[in-house]
Every structure is written in structure tokens, then in C-alpha cells.
């Protein structure tokens, strides 16, 4: 019920609205594009992978963004960013059409191997770009004192979209799989991406091109001022202006910690990723069954992707009555409290459960982080600052692949390794409540007023 009045309070905005349509239909199309990577490269029968082929599919997708991020993040503070949404999904349902026509006609060794990959691998890295820009824009959308409430809903119809997007492009592969060929039944998955993506684009053009910022007439001193710095910085280059944005987060004390443990925990979440493939891959399933596998890992993703999407009534609720800083605590404390149950079991059931609050309380702290990252990042940084926030996220998961393959054993499950992801969370619920004691209680509050306003 209070996200439904949250949802009201914020669907006044027709910005946002649009916005939340968007990120929908962007994500969802994401997600139909992931399922078709992973049944071609992870789930075919002629493939066998191990931690260390699931963390070079993770760095092939994820990686190249973490490097170049650093040097086109400025352009989200100086393009428009409703531009680079358009731009980034019209490029991207071209490279899906591409990548299913490749796969359809068994042109997949040699040059065209490499189109392939290469393909994948820009279509994730635009993904993060483009996310980047939309949560710089956010604030575009909606009234200051609702950056949370925002930032509960639209972060979080994400998943949701990845979640529609996932059981589309399953739906694909399983009911096309008796009646075309393996490589077949993955190109059309490719091909339904790709027209989702077209649907996202169609939504983007209905925004005005400044709609979602940069507003280069935020600076004190005027716009005119504000555009002889923009083409300063475009003289300067990347380095510079990146240089400028880490100089004003060292001042925001709250939003450089918060970053941080965002990606300690998104480390903490690769690793359960990585143990449940390697188990469904090679200790539930015959070797030989890998459709079987792909089916649990799908219900896996379904059960984390439901914890992903109650986070968004959960966080507000929570807020409203703890306040964030012992929210946030207390959500890393239920991961802790579900990554040792964990280490305890090998069912899928204890682990599908378990994972569910895992996924939710790793995605409501992702809300408290977004909340303060939106409320204390000056506008002409934002841009900036969410591009370092997706590079920090991209690097954790690479991180946890190389990772993985160190710590997991073959079939994925150790509860050595488990009992200290739980012990990562207690450290991180530690290092948050210190933090807020030595920071000053009142900074990890602001940008959540329309809550304990209306509690």
C-alpha cells in the first residue's frame, strides 16, 4: 500500500513516468539479451564451464566499461543524457540483431567470432553507460525532498524488467528448442531482444533533449560561466574533469563510503552467483542436461529478481521508520544472517529460499546508496559520479569471478567460502555504523524528508 502511494505521489510527474517506462523496457530487453549469452556461451552442451570460463564471460562483458568508464563519464555531465539513452539502445538492438543473425547462420569461428564477442561485449558495456546517465537524470524527474522515494522505484523496476525480460527471452529458448536447432532457438532470443530494445527507443524519443540534464545553468555563478568551464574541460580532456569530480567527492564523505561498501556487497553477491552456476552446471544436473541447469539457473535469477523487486515497498517502509542509517545496517545484517544459512545446505530449495533475502537485502542497500549518492553529489558531478558508481559495480563482479575460481570448489558449494561472505556483510554493517557515528547521524537522512515528513 505505501508503494502504491509513493507510486501516486511520484506519478504526477510525467518525466518520471516516462522515465519508469523506459528503464522497463531497456532492462527487459537486457534481460532477454543476457539469457541468450548465457544459454550460448554457458549452457551449451558442447561447453563445460568452469569459475575461471564464468569469470572470463563476466570480464568480457563487464570489464571494458570499468577501463573506459574513467574517460567517457564526463560526457554524461556535458551530452544530453536523454541522447545517450536513445543512442545507446538503437546501437544496442542493432548489435543483438547482429549477434542472432551471426549465431542463426553458424558463422561463429574464425573473424566472425571475433564480431561476436565484440559485438557482446559493447552491447553490455553501452548497458552501463546508458544506466548511468538515467540515474543522473533521475533528479529531472521528481522534487528534491523525493530522491528516495525515487530511488526506491526506479532502481528497482530494473529487476523487474530484467526479471520480464529473462522468462521472454526463457520462454523463447525452451519452446522454440524442439522445434529448431540449439543455435537457432538462441538467435531468435537475440532477435526479440533487439526489437524490445527498438520499443525502448520509441519511449526515449518522447523526451525533450535537455529533459534529463546536464542543466548547465546549475553552477552558482550562471550559465554563462557554466559553458566557458564545459569547453574548458572539453579543451582539458577526461583526465582533468575527472580529476575535478574525485577532488568534489573527497569532499562528500558520506557518498565516497557508501560507494564503497555498494561494491564490497555487489563482490559479496558476484560470489553466490558464480557458486550457483558452477552447482547448477555440475553438481544438480548431469553434465549432459544442460537445458536442465539453464532452467534452475532461471528460477535462481527469478527468486533473487522477486527480492530485487519487493525492495522497492521495503525500503521506504523501513526508512520511514528506523530512518536509512539503521536501515542500512540492518539489511547487511540479513545478508550476513542468509549467507551462513548457506553454508549449512546444498538443497537447491534452502538456497533458492535463502538467495531470495540475500537479493533483497543487497538491493534495498543499493537504494540507500542510490538515496545518497542523489542527495549529496552536486548536479554538474552526478554524471560523473554514477559512472564511478557502475565502474565500481562492473569491477566487483569481475572481481568475484577471479575470485571464485580460487575460493569454490568445482561444484560451486563451500561452506567455508559462505561463512565468509557472511562475516564480509558483518564487516560491512560495521564499518556503516561507524561511519555514521564519526560522520554525524543527520547526513545519512537527508534526501528521505517526504518520508519522516509524512510518518
Not at 37 to 44: G, N, P, Q, R
Not at 373 to 379: F, G, K, N, S
Amino acid at each position: 500500500m505505501q508503494l502504491i502511494n509513493a507510486l501516486k505521489r511520484l506519478w504526477r510527474h510525467a518525466a518520471f513516468r516516462r522515465l519508469l517506462t523506459l528503464r522497463v523496457l531497456s532492462q527487459a530487453a537486457d534481460g532477454t539479451l543476457q539469457v541468450g549469452m548465457a544459454s550460448y556461451i554457458l549452457f551449451s552442451p558442447q561447453n563445460q564451464p568452469n569459475a575461471w570460463a564464468i569469470a572470463g564471460v563476466l570480464a568480457l562483458t563487464l570489464l571494458p566499461f570499468t577501463i573506459i568508464g574513467p574517460f567517457v563519464s564526463p560526457l554524461l555531465d556535458r551530452w544530453s543524457r536523454r541522447n545517450v539513452a536513445l543512442y545507446s539502445d538503437l546501437a544496442r538492438a542493432t548489435l543483438a540483431a547482429i549477434i542472432g543473425v551471426i549465431i542463426a547462420t553458424g558463422a561463429t569461428t574464425g573473424a566472425w567470432a571475433i564480431v561476436l564477442f565484440g559485438a557482446l561485449l559493447i552491447a553490455m558495456s553501452i548497458n552501463r553507460f546508458m544506466l548511468a546517465g538515467l540515474s543522473a537524470g533521475l533528479q529531472h524527474t521528481v522534487d528534491e525532498d523525493e530522491y528516495l522515494t525515487a530511488s526506491s522505484i526506479v532502481p528497482t523496476v530494473g529487476p523487474l524488467g530484467v526479471v520480464i525480460g529473462a522468462l521472454l527471452g526463457f520462454g523463447a529458448r525452451f519452446g522454440l528448442g524442439g522445434v529448431l536447432t540449439a543455435d537457432q532457438a538462441n538467435a531468435v532470443v537475440f532477435g526479440l531482444s533487439a526489437l524490445m530494445f527498438v520499443g525502448s527507443v520509441l519511449v526515449c524519443r518522447g523526451f525533450a533533449r535537455d529533459a534529463l540534464g546536464p542543466d548547465l545553468s546549475a553552477s552558482p555563478t550562471g550559465p554563462s560561466s557554466s559553458l566557458a568551464r564545459k569547453l574548458a574541460g572539453d579543451a582539458q580532456g577526461p583526465v582533468s574533469t575527472l580529476a575535478e569530480a574525485a577532488r568534489h567527492l573527497r569532499t562528500r564523505p558520506v557518498a565516497v563510503l557508501a560507494l564503497g561498501l555498494m561494491a564490497v556487497t555487489r563482490l559479496l553477491f558476484g560470489l553466490l552467483s558464480v557458486a550457483v552456476i558452477l552447482a547448477a552446471r555440475h553438481l544438480w544436473h548431469p553434465a549432459d542436461r544442460p537445458e536442465l541447469a539453464l532452467a534452475d539457473l532461471t528460477l535462481w535469477g527469478l527468486a533473487t529478481g522477486v527480492g530485487f523487486i519487493l525492495s522497492a515497498p521495503l525500503v521506504p517502509t523501513l526508512v520511514r521508520r528506523w530512518g536509512l542509517r539503521r536501515t542500512a545496517v540492518g539489511l547487511l545484517l540479513l545478508g550476513a544472517l542468509n549467507s551462513v544459512v548457506i553454508a549449512s545446505s546444498t538443497s537447491k530449495p534452502v538456497i533458492f529460499v535463502t538467495s531470495f533475502f540475500v537479493g533483497l537485502a543487497v538491493q534495498s542497500f543499493k537504494i540507500c546508496v542510490d538515496t545518497i549518492v542523489q542527495a549529496h553529489v552536486d548536479e554538474q558531478f552526478k554524471g560523473r559520479a554514477f559512472t564511478f558508481y557502475d565502474m565500481l559495480f562492473n569491477g566487483a563482479f569481475v572481481t568475484a569471478g577471479v575470485l571464485a575460481a580460487f575460493v569454490l570448489p568445482p561444484s560451486g558449494l563451500s561452506a567455508a567460502a559462505f561463512i565468509g561472505i557472511g562475516l564480509g556483510y558483518v564487516a560491512c554493517a560495521l564499518i556503516f555504523a561507524s561511519s555514521a557515528r564519526r560522520l554525524g547521524k543527520a547526513a545519512f537522512e537527508k534526501g528521505t524528508e517526504d518520508l519522516t515528513r509524512n510518518a
